[in-house]
């Protein structure tokens, strides 16, 4: 596949998970600065990694989470809490996933892991979405 091809499978990944709202705010945000790096995230995350057929994008998107709570990346944790909800990941099978992130990866980063899905949970619950 060119680059062109998987930019542009990438760019509806990114869009079917994330959402189109947060993915026209990025664009709308890329600088001299990160343009290279959106690219890249964009063709090998989203038109490689996300587009391939051996797993469906509710299990992606739970080992994201436990991936990203684990090594305590809070803002992309964020982000992809919410983005769990797009694709139909239930609440409850989010919170199973951190609670298994609490026995391999430890209590200290399921602890904030948990925290910023309360917080997350809430704004999406006030907002309707």
């Known amino acids: ?17 994330l959402g189109d709202a ?23 995350a989203w038109g490689d990694i996300w587009d391939r057929p051996g797993l469906d994008r509710r299990t992606r998107s739970l080992l994201t989470i436990v ?7 809070e ?9 769990s909800a797009n694709i139909g990941v239930p609440r409850e099978e989010v919170i199973e996933a951190l609670l298994q992130s609490a026995i391999y990866a430890g ?3 399921a602890n904030s892991a948990f925290k910023a899905a309360k917080e997350v ?3 999406m619950d006030a907002s309707g979405s």
């Open 1 to 17: 596949m060119d680059d062109q091809t998987r930019h542009t499978r990438g760019t509806a990944n990114r869009r079917g998970v």
């Open 22 to 44: 947060h993915v026209d705010r990025s664009i709308a945000r890329v600088s001299d600065v990160d343009r290279d790096f959106q690219d890249l995230i964009t063709r090998y």
């Open 67 to 73: 991936m990203l709570a684990s090594l305590g990346h």
């Open 75 to 83: 803002d992309e944790l964020r982000m992809h809490l919410r983005a």
């Open 107 to 109: 209590v200290p980063a």
């Open 121 to 123: 949970f809430a704004e």
